[in-house]
């Protein structure tokens, strides 16, 4: 099963929990937690964009998810952001 696949599964799952479960407020907080740390791990495609923090422009990454707000930016093939944690998928 991949993560996008228990994504989906789990969001469903959290449906039904609100629909006919109102009171079990723990479980649903706990759930969208879980819902959260996977949409992490699904890899998002970096924003691509012309940088002229140095004297020439060049190409440059920021995370798609929380845009790299700190003013760092992704280095080609980083595996997960910095600031959220959210993975990056570099096939662009």
């Known amino acids: 099963m991949t993560y996008e696949e228990v994504l989906q599964y789990a969001k469903g799952g959290l449906e039904v929990y609100q629909r006919d ?7 649903i907080e706990f759930q969208k937690l879980v819902i959260e740390a996977l949409e992490k791990q699904v890899p998002k495609k970096p924003i691509v964009f012309v940088s002229d923090r140095y004297d020439y422009p060049e190409e440059a990454y920021r995370c798609s ?6 003013g760092e930016y992704l280095y080609k093939g980083q595996r997960y952001c910095d600031e959220c944690g959210n993975a990056v998928d570099w096939i662009l």
Not at 21 to 27: R, S
């Open 65 to 70: 998810i929380c845009n790299s707000d700190n």
């Open 21 to 27: 479960y109102p009171e079990l407020i723990t479980q």
